[in-house]
């Protein structure tokens, strides 16, 4: 896989606001927030699409979920999103799988 922008975040090449860390996976803020609260859960494991993971990123891609859950409940939030893009036709801009965690106001269904 390339070296994406989120790599360069891992690597400290260039700054973000960085709000939980562990072994596996990191999360910070999003630079462009679509809510009052958004941040990107992000494996440090380079896997570029939901796509590419395979049967041994089992343990990893929970991990995820639960690292979003817990930095959720560190930012307040009760009811939030979660969205993955997989793919540039469902949006996909950078190419290191990333969990969207959105909360802060209501969001309507089906999303845009
Ligand atoms: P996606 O469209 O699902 O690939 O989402 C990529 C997200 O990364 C977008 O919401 C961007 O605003 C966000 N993003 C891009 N560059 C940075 C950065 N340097 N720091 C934080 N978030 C970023």
Known sequence: MSDTIFSRIIDREIPADIIYEDEQALAFRDISPQAPVHFLVIPKKPIAKLSDATPEDQA?????????????????????????????????????????????????????
Do not use: K
């Not at 540039?88 to 799988?97: D, I, R």
């Open 60 to 112: 990893l891609l929970g991990h995820l979920l639960l690292v979003a859950r817990e930095v959720a409940a560190q930012e307040g939030l009760e009811d939030f999103r979660l969205n993955v893009n997989n793919g540039a036709g469902a949006s996909q801009t950078v190419f290191h799988l990333h969990v969207h965690v959105l909360g802060g106001r209501s969001f309507s269904w089906p999303p845009g």
